[in-house]
């Protein structure tokens, strides 16, 4: 009866996700309500992880929970810690949900709800969770690894080295575009700044607590976690009202971009208990209550997407990033449905902490399902608010104008009626002096959620402080990629100069941990500093180089899985890495081309900086902004450079795979498992 009760209710969920889906999907004319998409998220997830994880957990990978994890055989206080599985949770999920859930969606919103919408929850089951999840157990199995050693050990020592120096590339390139995501959003905004600035002595705070004062008293600390972060958003108004500690915490885009290159490096060279896993957990609080709070009010207000299912953007001519659905969509919304950065994570500190190896599902492809979901309730957000606010906030200065006025003409032109005075009025309910022109879709994100948190709680007189709430929300989700990325970026540096110098490969030695940390910081940080100056925000040039990067290095990441999977004889399920990497190396490539090679300028890294040179010949760039152009030129041939380079390390490694299958295949030799041997657990079931 039990076992019948089990399947109608399953039954019962299925059936709604697919009404709910099938509505999204074949919806068209007059306004969709985002209920919908709240349902078809949360029973497509609900049924692909009771189904599909648990199918690759028994039948892929066969998790063994009476095997002793590295946390537990080689616990060293700093990086190797076992930790609570629900902490661990709060790490894991806090380390990947960056910028690419809310960022991703948001932009990819140019293009309509339902592209974005189907790809975020279809992606994430099939792809983003997978890769999340096996990359997790191989390092478990592996001694907490990283996916580039793991690359050298499995498929081969040339592939691991390239895997190595490809991963590292991208490694910096994501983290300076997560660190750009951060400067726009509190630039010229000290109410968020002092807020976000709040959460790190907070998190101090905590981690001595937990460690010293009440050890094991996680809820303890929580709820006092969560007590002071609440009260510094409310006093954030307090400082934003008062003359001098609003010009103190009023901070530009380059003061802002070496304070975070400093934090960086703190967040990399502290132990990890101290400042990274408290912080993490923190955030993972306010992420997880903060998107929750989002749907209940979804599913309370019931509010209209006001974006139509498809723009005329689908063209390829958008106004916040240039490009046609294929392939651009795919890699603008990356860590919503897949994300190579997530592959780090899961072969860089939570390997290192897990206790269990059962723990692996959860962590592994239930934060990344509750990642995917944070990316849904981005798009709701994004596309409830109406079109020409959305244009006005999102697209450059450069194409829509720097005033309410030729914005309003411009976005009204388009189809998209728009108001100066709606734009003005709006900047001045959430507390700020302008709205327009805020690329990096931080701002519009959170003007969409405070427009249906204020719905829910307080209407109008609440919406500045629901907006800085937003902000506050969306800056602790990117700044725990931030951190957590440079100890792993860390870990990779460490790596590769041990095989120079045998003292930098030890994780333990503080001059190589102070060394690597700052050589990490210093890459991202001349990227952070280049998208700072850029004059059309960064976003423009560097979002979709962090796309393609970061769709790369997922491909690289299911390489290696499906390598170690075949080596594991699990040939009868390898369609399970095998279809997603396909996807992804195609989307890549072709993304990667037409960033190159695409004579549109708006597009094509060369094309663009030819059109520059030609405006500089051609005596039309004022004399006092010929330096940032020639800046500008230099910079988008890096980045036409940097993606060859990173395209052709990708394939030259999947090469070296299919030799490595091939292998396998035709039996020429017996395939080498690199697995630690089997140590027993001396911890007992409940521990």
């Not at 997560?178 to 509190?186: E, G, H, K, P």
């Not at 976000?196 to 009440?214: D, K, Q, W």
């Not at 990274?276 to 709070?293: E, M, N, Q, T, V």
Request: aromatic share 10%; hydrophobic share 55%; charged share 10%.
């Amino acid at each position: 009866m039990k076992r019948l009760l089990q399947i109608l209710i399953w039954t019962a969920v299925a059936g709604l996700g697919a009404v709910a889906l099938g509505t999204i999907a074949f919806h068209r004319g007059e306004p969709i309500n985002a209920t919908w998409f709240v349902l078809a998220a949360a029973c497509s997830y609900l049924v692909a992880y009771r189904l599909y994880s648990a199918f690759i957990a028994a039948k892929l990978l066969a998790l063994d929970n009476t095997r002793a994890t590295p946390a537990e055989r080689l616990d060293d206080g700093r990086d190797f810690v076992p930790t609570n599985k629900w902490v661990l949770f709060g790490h894991h999920f806090a380390a990947i949900a960056g910028p690419g859930p809310l960022v991703g969606p948001t932009l990819a919103a140019q293009f309509g709800y339902l592209p974005g919408t189907l790809w975020l929850i279809a992606g994430a089951a099939f792809a983003g969770c997978v890769q999340d999840f096996v990359i997790l157990f191989c390092s478990i199995r592996r001694d907490g690894k990283t996916l580039g050693e793991m690359a050298r050990d499995e498929v081969s020592k040339r592939g691991g080295l390239i895997a190595q120096l490809a991963v590292l590339t991208i490694m910096i390139i994501l983290l300076a575009v997560v660190a750009l995501v951060v400067v726009n959003a509190l630039k010229s905004s000290p109410w968020a700044t002092f807020t976000l600035a709040m959460t790190i002595p907070i998190a101090l705070l905590l981690g001595v607590y937990l460690r010293y004062f009440r050890p094991g008293r996680v809820l303890e600390a929580s709820l006092i976690g969560v007590a002071l972060v609440l009260f510094v958003v409310v006093a954030g108004q307090w400082v934003a009202d008062s003359p001098y500690l609003a010009k103190v915490f009023t901070l530009g885009g380059v003061t802002l971009a070496f304070a975070i290159i400093a934090y960086g490096f703190a967040a990399s060279a502290l132990p990890v208990w101290l400042l990274l896993a408290p912080r993490d957990y923190l955030s993972a609080f306010i992420k997880a209550g903060a998107i929750f709070s989002l749907a209940a009010g979804i599913l309370l207000v019931r509010p209209q997407v006001l974006m139509p299912p498809l723009t005329r953007f689908v063209d390829g001519t958008g106004p916040v990033f240039a490009g046609k659905i294929f392939p651009f969509c795919f890699i603008t919304i990356a860590c919503g449905a897949i994300s190579g950065f997530h592959s780090l994570i899961s072969s860089g500190t939570t390997p290192k902490m897990i206790q269990r190896e059962g723990h692996a599902r959860f962590i592994g492809y239930g934060a990344m399902l509750l990642e995917s979901f944070v990316g849904v309730m981005a798009m709701v957000a994004a596309c409830a608010m109406t079109p020409g606010v959305y244009f006005a906030i999102n697209s450059p200065a450069s194409i829509v104008g720097a005033t309410p006025e030729a914005a309003a003409a411009t976005i009204s032109s388009w189809g998209y009626p728009l108001s100066a005075g709606t734009m003005t009025g709006l900047a001045h309910a959430v507390g700020e002096q302008t709205l327009l022109n805020r690329a990096g879709g931080a701002p519009s994100l959170a003007v969409g959620m405070a427009q249906i948190f204020s719905s829910t709680i307080g209407g109008d007189r609440l919406l500045s402080i629901w907006y800085h709430f937003a902000i506050m929300f969306e800056a602790l989700f990117i700044l725990t990629v931030l951190d957590a990325g440079t100890r792993v970026g860390r870990f990779m540096i460490q790596e590769l100069g041990g095989r120079v110098w045998k003292p930098m490969g030890r994780l333990n030695w503080m001059p190589g941990i102070l060394l690597s940390s700052a050589l990490i910081v210093g890459a991202w940080g001349y990227f952070l500093y280049q998208g700072v100056v850029d004059p059309l925000g960064g976003i423009n040039s560097l979002w979709p180089l962090f796309g393609i990067s970061n769709q790369l290095l997922a491909a690289v990441a299911l390489v290696v899985a499906t390598t170690i999977l075949m080596k594991m004889g699990k040939l009868k399920w390898i369609w399970v890495t095998l279809l997603p990497m396909g996807w992804l190396v195609v989307i890549t490539m072709t993304a990667s081309y037409q960033k190159i090679f695409s004579a549109n300028a708006r597009i094509g890294f060369l094309a663009q900086a030819n059109a520059l040179a030609a405006q500089i010949a051609a005596g039309k760039v004022a004399a006092a902004k010929i330096a940032d152009t020639h800046r500008n030129i230099f910079n988008l041939r890096l980045d036409a450079v940097v993606t060859a380079v990173l395209a052709a390390m990708i394939l030259v490694l999947l090469v070296e795979a299919l030799a490595q299958w091939y292998a396998i295949l035709s039996r020429d030799k017996a395939p080498v498992l690199q697995e630690t041997p089997y140590v027993a657990t001396q911890w007992a079931e409940g521990d």
